[in-house]
């Protein structure tokens, strides 16, 4: 099994956690925080470049759920229990909002905190999760 790869970066009281492989390249982070979010430099998140709250803002936007965050020198007191939300996006993945209890193919069991995405357009190599593939075979639903 490969190692999900994660990668963090700190403004010094919040620790963004972005992890590749559930981006959708929705650019939902690069519209609403350009001066934080550039694909073009590396790297490509500073997250020193806004305040605490508006990361938490955005974050809670972001429709893949590649991006999450942790509080610094503390645990996290906003993990609390998310209501449960179905959003279809207009040529895109499903995105279920709160925690959901996922079983595999496989039988294998494992927990989504925050947003889901699943994909719709069948083309995902990363069924049943959202990989971006609908933006190469141009779906539309």
Same mark, same amino acid.
Request: contains cysteine; charged residues 30%.
């Given at each position: 099994m490969e190692k999900e790869i994660v990668k963090e970066y700190?403004?010094? =009281?919040?620790?963004v956690i972005w992890k590749p492989a559930k981006c959708i390249h929705a650019a939902e982070c690069v519209k609403a925080l350009p001066e934080v979010? !550039?694909?073009? =430099? /590396?790297?490509?998140?500073?997250a =020193? !470049?806004?305040?605490?709250q508006a990361l938490k803002d955005q974050i809670a936007? $972001?429709?893949s759920g590649a991006l999450s965050y942790k509080m610094n020198e503390k645990e996290d007191q906003e993990s609390a229990s998310l209501e449960? /939300?179905?959003e279809?996006?207009? !040529?895109g993945p499903l995105l279920i909002y709160g925690t959901l209890h996922v079983k595999n193919k496989d039988g294998k069991e494992e927990t989504k905190n925050k947003t889901t995405a699943f994909c719709r357009c069948g083309s995902s190599n990363n069924k049943p999760y $959202?990989?971006?593939?609908?933006i190469k075979v141009e779906f539309r639903g």
């Amino acid at each position: 099994m490969e190692k999900e790869i994660v990668k963090e970066y700190s403004n010094g =009281e919040l620790t963004v956690i972005w992890k590749p492989a559930k981006c959708i390249h929705a650019a939902e982070c690069v519209k609403a925080l350009p001066e934080v979010y !550039n694909p073009a =430099e /590396k790297p490509w998140i500073k997250a =020193e !470049n806004a305040s605490t709250q508006a990361l938490k803002d955005q974050i809670a936007k $972001c429709p893949s759920g590649a991006l999450s965050y942790k509080m610094n020198e503390k645990e996290d007191q906003e993990s609390a229990s998310l209501e449960t /939300k179905v959003e279809v996006l207009a !040529n895109g993945p499903l995105l279920i909002y709160g925690t959901l209890h996922v079983k595999n193919k496989d039988g294998k069991e494992e927990t989504k905190n925050k947003t889901t995405a699943f994909c719709r357009c069948g083309s995902s190599n990363n069924k049943p999760y $959202c990989d971006g593939s609908h933006i190469k075979v141009e779906f539309r639903g």
